[in-house]
C-alpha cells in the first residue's frame, strides 16, 4: 500500500503565502509524476501543478508566478510554496503521485487533503 500525507494547509489573509508538502510512504519502488490540485465549493478538482522525477514542471494558468512546485526524490515528498494568494485560490488541496510499487503495479495515489482559506 502507498501513502500520501499532505500538511501545511490553513487560513491566510490574501497577498500571503503557505507551503503545502505532501510525503509518501509504503510499497514504493519509484514515483514518476506528483502533483497538486484543488477542489473549490461546488467545482470540479483542478490541476495546480505537477512535477516529474527529472523537475519538470508545469502549472495551471491562474497560478503561474505565484505558486512553485519542488521535490525531494529522496524523501518522496512534494511541495507546493504559494505565495500571493488571493481568496479565489480558496479550496481543499490534494497531493497525488504516479506510483511504481514494489510488486512492480503501477497507478495514481491521493491524499487527504489539507484545506487552504484565503481571507480578504
Known amino acids: 500500500q502507498v501513502q500520501l500525507v499532505e500538511s501545511g494547509g490553513g487560513l491566510v489573509q490574501a497577498g500571503g503565502s503557505l507551503r503545502l508538502s505532501c510525503a509518501a510512504s509504503?510499497?514504493?519502488?519509484?514515483?514518476?509524476?506528483m502533483g497538486w490540485y484543488r477542489q473549490a465549493p461546488g467545482k470540479q478538482r483542478e490541476l495546480v501543478g505537477r512535477i516529474t522525477s527529472g523537475g519538470s514542471t508545469n502549472y495551471a494558468d491562474s497560478v503561474k508566478g505565484r505558486f512553485t512546485i519542488s521535490r525531494d526524490n529522496p524523501k518522496n515528498t512534494v511541495y507546493l510554496q504559494m505565495n500571493s494568494l488571493k481568496p479565489e485560490d480558496t479550496a481543499v488541496y490534494y497531493c497525488n503521485a504516479d506510483v511504481l510499487t514494489t510488486t512492480r503495479v503501477r497507478g495514481g495515489y491521493w491524499g487527504q487533503g489539507t484545506q487552504v482559506t484565503v481571507s480578504s
Open positions: 509504503g510499497s514504493i519502488f519509484s514515483i514518476n509524476a
